[in-house]
């Protein structure tokens, strides 16, 4: 009965890692650029909880209604005057912005909350819970975390998919030189894709900051999680990304199972076992598909996929 | 919208310098279309076509010199807005959307559509070969179809001036023929065009004016009645240069 339990809870937390990584996903899916600062930001998100649910006195879900467009403006914001100006110079350069972006952050927050672990009041739900058999128990609050994660996929999909902006941003994480040929205005689709990154990485930091504690450095772990389920899940896919993350959530309970100590091991052992038998993840997107057989039999290799993403980069972020 | 009428030309290129880098690829390079007009725009390869209708587009800046559209100055004109005056460019190698249907290809080019964008029935009665596909992805199609796919995408802004970037390249001669027979129908309707074409023989049957460029610079121009084959052979190659 416990390892049916290992597999529920493991399911669950996955969701909460897929809920931090579809933003990442999202980002570099459209823009190429490995935000090393996802992780710090969604720690902000939980710090804007923190003081919006102090200060209103309510609990955190409450605040969601500021928090989020907050969030999302921030994300525009980064986008226009930051990523987007280092997407014009080279590969190198969104990499260093965005991890000294998470210093800057890092730093800021133990200068203005100290490094004091700090939770979030998630009001009645923190605690309740329900039986499915005498063994298995699951919390309301992880459950909600896991349907909040799908709810998220779910609508990030069917934008992509079904209106005119999806259409424009899947053109764009296509051929970003064509989309501004025939029209596409690609700022806007950047600052939008970026600040709905931001706003799923907030609201993955009020689920962190309810379901455990958070500090200043807290960013950090949260990045190579999100990164690992991102990479497993096949860079670009949403629901791979989903896949990716409950992938790590099991092997994390189940693992945990057995010995503690060897959990975020056998996480990171996961990945490393998933980036040398399939590097470019368990599920490829259609896009990739494509580029594959654009490629003329680079067969699907995802290594060389990115080579050729990154050198197409040259020129981004120009006005558009 | 465009004043039919006038005999001001549609487009006025004057003095064109265009750089890679370090690199120049446009030198003083001027031209002018007349409304209505289909001019061929010939070279070797590497001569600047590409580059010239590129630029005529907004992908690339000017260095110097100008490009005027209907009256008025759009050398600085970012391209969406250069398409929503009516400019649009039907790039070379297609270029369509891979993870987009056909339908979403031809819906992204209406993104900044011209005053008399054309609606996708419309698109569709012109190229009855894609309205079956219109839910296929858009690299399952055959190249023919592709390329018609990359013409409609073009469509659906309702361009005035439309620029074609080798649009026959790989393809069956047959396929070629029913093409080109739709742009006889743009033209009909009113459009201007400007069509690179490796084929010189098609260039020359189907347009009106001719520009060769040889390495970046203008080696002939002037309407197609006016030039024999040997000339524009002579200025596809330089050879007259070096006599």
């Known amino acids: 009965m416990n390892w049916v339990n290992a597999v529920i809870q493991g399911m669950l937390l996955g969701g909460q890692y897929a809920l931090i990584a579809c933003g990442l996903s999202l980002a570099f899916g459209v823009m190429r650029i490995v935000n090393l600062a996802h992780g710090d930001l969604a720690v902000c998100g939980a710090y804007l909880g923190l003081v919006l649910s102090s200060v209103l006195g309510v609990p955190v879900w409450v605040t969601l209604p500021l928090l989020l467009p907050a969030a999302f403006a921030v994300g525009m914001g980064l986008q226009v005057l930051l990523f987007g100006r280092a997407l014009r110079h080279g590969v190198l350069a969104p990499v260093l912005v965005t991890f000294g972006l998470s210093v800057m952050i890092e730093n800021l927050l133990q200068v203005a909350a100290t490094s004091d672990p700090r939770g979030l009041n998630g009001g009645a739900l923190t605690l309740a819970s329900f039986h499915i058999t005498s063994g298995i128990t699951v919390s309301w609050l992880f459950l909600t975390a896991f349907l909040t994660a799908c709810a998220v996929l779910s609508c990030l999909q069917l934008l992509l998919s079904r209106t005119s902006w999806g259409r424009k941003v899947r053109a764009t994480a296509d051929d970003l030189d064509t989309a501004r040929l025939?029209?596409?205005?690609?700022?806007?689709?950047?600052?939008?894709?970026?600040?709905?990154?931001?706003?799923?990485?907030?609201?993955?930091?009020?689920?962190?900051?309810?379901?455990?504690?958070?500090?200043?450095?807290?960013?950090?772990?949260?990045?190579?999680?999100?990164?690992?389920?991102?990479?497993?899940?096949?860079?670009?896919?949403?629901?791979?990304?989903?896949?990716?993350?409950?992938?790590?959530?099991?092997?994390?309970?189940?693992?945990?199972?057995?010995?503690?100590?060897?959990?975020?091991?056998?996480?990171?052992?996961?990945?490393?076992?998933?980036?040398?038998?399939?590097?470019?993840?368990?599920?490829?997107?259609?896009?990739?598909?494509?580029?594959?057989?654009?490629?003329?039999?680079?067969?699907?290799?995802?290594?060389?996929?990115?080579?050729?993403?990154?050198?197409?980069?040259?020129?981004?972020?120009?006005?558009? | 919208m465009i004043d039919a009428g006038s005999d001001r030309p549609l487009l006025e290129i004057g003095d064109l310098d265009v750089f890679y880098g370090d690199f120049q690829a446009l030198f003083s390079v001027s031209m002018s279309l007349t409304r209505g007009g289909a001019t061929a725009?010939?070279?070797?390869?590497?001569?600047?076509?590409?580059?010239?209708?590129?630029?005529?587009?907004?992908?690339?800046?000017?260095?110097?010199?100008?490009?005027?559209?209907?009256?008025?100055?759009?050398?600085?004109?970012?391209?969406?807005?250069?398409?929503?005056?009516?400019?649009?460019?039907?790039?070379?190698?297609?270029?369509?959307?891979?993870?987009?249907?056909?339908?979403?290809?031809?819906?992204?080019g209406a993104a900044a559509r011209a005053s008399d964008a054309w609606p996708l029935d419309r698109i569709y009665t012109t190229f009855p070969m894609i309205a079956q596909r219109r839910r296929q992805r858009a690299f399952t199609l055959s190249g023919g179809e592709q390329q018609a796919v990359a013409i409609a995408r073009a469509l659906a802004s309702g361009p005035s001036l439309l620029l074609l970037d080798e649009i026959s390249l790989g393809l069956a001669p047959l396929v070629v023929g029913e093409l080109y027979e739709t742009l006889a129908g743009l033209r009909a309707a009113g459009a201007t065009l400007v069509i690179v074409e490796q084929d010189l023989r098609r260039a020359m049957d189907t347009c009106d004016h001719l520009v060769c460029l040889l390495e970046g610079r203008v080696a002939l121009a002037g309407p197609v009645a006016a030039v024999s084959r040997d000339e524009v052979v002579a200025a596809y190659f330089g050879e007259g240069a070096r006599d």
């Not at chain 2, 070279?43 to 580059?51: E, H, L, P, Q």
């Open chain 1, 182 to 320: 025939v029209g596409i205005r690609v700022r806007p689709v950047f600052a939008t894709v970026a600040g709905i990154a931001v706003a799923t990485a907030a609201l993955a930091g009020v689920f962190i900051g309810t379901i455990g504690t958070f500090d200043p450095q807290a960013g950090t772990n949260t990045l190579i999680f999100a990164f690992e389920a991102v990479v497993i899940g096949g860079i670009g896919s949403l629901w791979g990304t989903l896949v990716g993350g409950v992938a790590l959530g099991i092997t994390q309970v189940v693992v945990g199972e057995l010995n503690q100590a060897y959990a975020v091991l056998a996480v990171h052992l996961l990945f490393l076992a998933v980036l040398t038998v399939r590097p470019g993840g368990l599920f490829t997107s259609h896009q990739s598909a494509a580029e594959a057989r654009g490629a003329g039999g680079a067969g699907g290799l995802r290594g060389f996929q990115v080579v050729g993403r990154v050198r197409g980069m040259r020129g981004r972020g120009a006005p558009g």
């Open chain 2, 41 to 108: 725009l010939v070279g070797a390869n590497g001569a600047g076509k590409t580059t010239l209708l590129r630029t005529i587009a907004g992908a690339r800046a000017v260095a110097s010199g100008f490009i005027r559209y209907d009256g008025s100055d759009i050398t600085a004109t970012p391209p969406h807005r250069r398409i929503s005056r009516g400019i649009a460019l039907v790039p070379e190698g297609r270029k369509l959307f891979p993870s987009l249907t056909v339908e979403e290809n031809i819906q992204v």
